[in-house]
């Protein structure tokens, strides 16, 4: 098996880490940043950017940009609440009930998922480009208390982007392993996992490298940027009743109104006061109209009194499932730029009588706990075992709607749990088994994840026939549901992957379609990179120029500089007709005129060092100058007589001399 990268796939930031010489590392990308912004955007000549090129034109092309995505991930539209609505760019619902993201520039409806694998195509390729290997596998990270549609749809997503899913890894679970890889003593572990739209909560036993989960929950709707709302609306609010405008209601205003809140909330985490200045957010009848404000970390705690009380609840519920005390616990982490804020902190340190360990990088914590389960997986790894649990109750529904639990939640896993069920009427030739998962009684307040029939039954009372149904869930927490009619033997199975935002029809047509434009979408890349590094080469050579001519005049190396100046002027003219054939031999002539250019400037600067040398360089000058052809012809006397001033019947006589006394 070939190496294995691990991926956090984070609602605001995504890393990559990779395992090298049994060590796990984060890997930088292209731009040079460890953290890579989880934001898609098009151009106005419908380019695709990803990163910290798309997060860039956030305020300026709101509708085309598209951040916070995770939260639509594998969820249908009557899912979402509100909160998770309230983004610049159009979210809407298709035929299906399910979520898509509407793009004007390149006039096309994309799934979350489509997005999304655009960011991990872009981790894949700077990992790709760092290790100089080609990288087709990957241990993705998800909240722990993603549901089984949730984690399909982010396997789907991963597939999109030309990547094999090795395993689906809890995200406080891969923190463990990051925080536990090196200890060899044995100790109880609560991690604290608030990123930047989720919220889990995990508690492991780790000992002489096993991993024990014993108990987990969360929110998949609350997060950082929960947080960065609430200042938006007091900042939104206080406007509107000053002005009269709701700024939430205008694109750019609302993504500059999150933009100064995410940079508030950051900088109230080691001061008590920030101000935020924000001009010209909106025009008024007497012209245009600012916020200047403060913001006092005291206030900011008061708006985030429900979300504070909304973080401890699963904490109580982890506590509970696992059976143990608080004061049990031996170790605190915590993960996610979000638990940096001082009022989540005091909350932990509430909860659990033990200082948070500052030991890991809660930003890059969990890719690093990713890249260690690709070692396991690998077997560069052989001393650690990891054992997960299944976030949520599996079950199916019976009569009167009520949801029997066939797998409780926090098993550990991989589990197969069957039980047998009949017939609710007489001479039932048929049975429908409909698949739940949560933790409601009633089967319609939880998750429907799919449903499918067993028929053939033979006639029979009521009550009489036996139909075995089994869950089977795999390491990666995915679900594979089967039902057996034990008189005939007759069986039926089924993935369940319906919970998807993409139908299986929908991955296999963007996955073909990827495939057969994937020359013509590499041709026009590379002649995009052709085009952007010609641009950064004549920038280059300018500039060059222009320091050169600075320090040494115009006329100090005036052959050379007349070289970088053709060669110049050759790449504008081919990059204006978009010549890309010629370009390159254009791009090539201007790298050696350039090269020429500064080994002349070096050898004047070392000229000009060292004094003795210069005189001897005078003197070469001198002696090439005189037996140059501009000087001399056929015949050495036939001088140039205006290049020395002499007189040419001198000249005549003192050859004539020169004939007579040599020849003679």
């Given at each position: 098996?070939?190496?294995?990268?691990?991926?956090?796939?984070?609602?605001?930031?995504?890393?990559?880490?990779?395992?090298?010489?049994?060590?796990?590392?984060?890997?930088?990308?292209?731009?040079?940043?460890?953290?890579?912004?989880?934001?898609?955007?098009?151009?106005?000549?419908?380019?695709?950017?990803?990163?910290?090129?798309?997060?860039?034109?956030?305020?300026?092309?709101?509708?085309?940009?598209?951040?916070?995505?995770?939260?639509?991930?594998?969820?249908?539209?009557?899912?979402?609440?509100?909160?998770?609505?309230?983004?610049?760019?159009?979210?809407?619902?298709?035929?299906?009930?399910?979520?898509?993201?509407?793009?004007?520039?390149?006039?096309?409806?994309?799934?979350?998922?489509?997005?999304?694998?655009?960011?991990?195509?872009?981790?894949?390729?700077?990992?790709?480009?760092?290790?100089?290997?080609?990288?087709?596998?990957?241990?993705?990270?998800?909240?722990?208390?993603?549901?089984?549609?949730?984690?399909?749809?982010?396997?789907?997503?991963?597939?999109?982007?030309?990547?094999?899913?090795?395993?689906?890894?809890?995200?406080?679970?891969?923190?463990?392993?990051?925080?536990?890889?090196?200890?060899?003593?044995?100790?109880?572990?609560?991690?604290?996992?608030?990123?930047?739209?989720?919220?889990?909560?995990?508690?492991?036993?780790?000992?002489?490298?096993?991993?024990?989960?014993?108990?987990?929950?969360?929110?998949?709707?609350?997060?950082?940027?929960?947080?960065?709302?609430?200042?938006?609306?007091?900042?939104?609010?206080?406007?509107?009743?000053?002005?009269?405008?709701?700024?939430?209601?205008d694109r750019q205003s609302l993504q500059r109104l999150s933009e100064a809140a995410e940079k508030a909330k950051q900088e109230l985490s080691g001061i008590n006061s920030t101000p935020i200045s924000l001009p010209f957010i909106a025009t008024g009848p007497n012209g245009p109209l600012h916020i200047e404000t403060t913001l006092e970390r005291k206030h900011f705690e008061s708006l985030c009194k429900d979300l504070i009380d909304r973080l401890l609840k699963p904490v109580e519920i982890a506590l509970g499932d696992s059976g143990w005390t608080a004061d049990e616990i031996n170790d605190v982490v915590l993960v996610g730029g979000s638990t940096r804020m001082p009022m989540v902190q005091q909350l932990v340190k509430t909860i659990v009588p033990v200082p948070p360990s500052q030991s890991v990088n809660p930003d890059e914590v969990v890719a690093i706990g990713a890249a260690v389960q690709g070692g396991i997986l690998t077997g560069e790894l052989r001393d650690l075992l990891l054992n997960d649990v299944t976030p949520l109750s599996l079950g199916l529904e019976t009569v009167g709607g009520l949801m029997k639990v066939l797998i409780p939640r926090n098993t550990p896993i991989p589990v197969r749990q069957a039980d047998v069920f009949s017939t609710s009427q007489a001479n039932q030739s048929s049975v429908e088994i409909n698949v739940w998962q949560g933790e409601r009684q009633l089967a319609s307040d939880n998750k429907s994840l799919g449903r499918f029939r067993l028929s053939g039954i033979p006639p029979a009372p009521r009550g009489v026939p036996q139909v075995q149904v089994a869950f089977d869930i795999d390491a990666n927490g995915l679900l594979q549901v089967s039902a057996t009619d034990r008189t005939t033997g007759r069986k039926q199975s089924v993935s369940i992957n319906g919970g998807s935002n993409m139908n299986e029809d929908e991955v296999n047509k963007l996955i073909n379609e990827a495939k057969e434009k994937a020359d013509s979408d590499r041709r026009k890349r590379a002649s995009i990179?052709?085009?952007?590094?010609?641009?950064?080469?004549?920038?280059?050579?300018?500039?060059?120029?222009?320091?050169?001519?600075?320090?040494?005049?115009?006329?100090?190396?005036?052959?050379?500089?007349?070289?970088?100046?053709?060669?110049?002027?050759?790449?504008?003219?081919?990059?204006?007709?978009?010549?890309?054939?010629?370009?390159?031999?254009?791009?090539?002539?201007?790298?050696?005129?350039?090269?020429?250019?500064?080994?002349?400037?070096?050898?004047?600067?070392?000229?000009?060092?060292?004094?003795?040398?210069?005189?001897?360089?005078?003197?070469?000058?001198?002696?090439?100058?005189?037996?140059?052809?501009?000087?001399?012809?056929?015949?050495?006397?036939?001088?140039?007589?205006?290049?020395?001033?002499?007189?040419?019947?001198?000249?005549?006589?003192?050859?004539?001399?020169?004939?007579?006394?040599?020849?003679?």
């Open positions: 098996m070939g190496r294995i990268v691990g991926i956090d796939l984070g609602t605001t930031n995504s890393v990559i880490g990779v395992l090298e010489a049994g060590r796990p590392f984060v890997i930088a990308n292209a731009e040079g940043s460890r953290t890579t912004p989880s934001v898609i955007g098009y151009t106005k000549g419908s380019e695709l950017v990803v990163g910290q090129q798309a997060r860039r034109q956030l305020v300026l092309n709101p509708r085309n940009t598209f951040s916070n995505l995770k939260r639509f991930v594998g969820r249908f539209w009557d899912e979402l609440d509100e909160s998770s609505l309230n983004v610049p760019y159009t979210v809407r619902a298709n035929d299906q009930g399910c979520v898509r993201v509407t793009c004007p520039i390149t006039e096309r409806e994309y799934a979350p998922e489509e997005l999304i694998g655009s960011v991990i195509r872009k981790l894949i390729d700077d990992a790709e480009k760092h290790l100089d290997e080609n990288i087709d596998s990957a241990v993705i990270t998800v909240p722990a208390y993603f549901n089984d549609s949730q984690r399909q749809a982010t396997k789907d997503a991963a597939l999109l982007a030309g990547i094999k899913v090795q395993r689906i890894l809890n995200e406080p679970t891969a923190a463990a392993l990051a925080y536990g890889f090196d200890k060899s003593s044995s100790s109880r572990v609560l991690v604290f996992d608030l990123g930047g739209g989720t919220f889990d909560i995990s508690l492991l036993r780790i000992s002489n490298g096993v991993f024990d989960v014993k108990a987990t929950s969360g929110d998949t709707q609350l997060g950082g940027n929960d947080f960065d709302q609430k200042i938006v609306d007091w900042l939104a609010d206080n406007f509107e009743k000053e002005h009269d405008i709701d700024l939430r209601r990179d052709q085009k952007n590094n010609a641009l950064t080469l004549v920038a280059q050579a300018e500039r060059r120029l222009r320091d050169v001519s600075l320090e040494f005049g115009p006329y100090g190396a005036e052959r050379q500089q007349r070289a970088v100046e053709v060669s110049l002027r050759d790449v504008q003219d081919f990059l204006e007709n978009d010549d890309l054939a010629e370009l390159d031999i254009a791009v090539s002539a201007l790298q050696e005129a350039l090269f020429g250019l500064n080994r002349r400037v070096s050898a004047e600067k070392r000229i000009d060092n060292n004094p003795i040398q210069g005189i001897k360089n005078t003197f070469g000058s001198l002696k090439d100058e005189l037996f140059s052809d501009d000087y001399w012809d056929d015949d050495p006397w036939d001088y140039q007589p205006n290049s020395r001033g002499a007189n040419s019947d001198y000249i005549d006589r003192e050859k004539d001399r020169w004939d007579n006394d040599f020849y003679n």
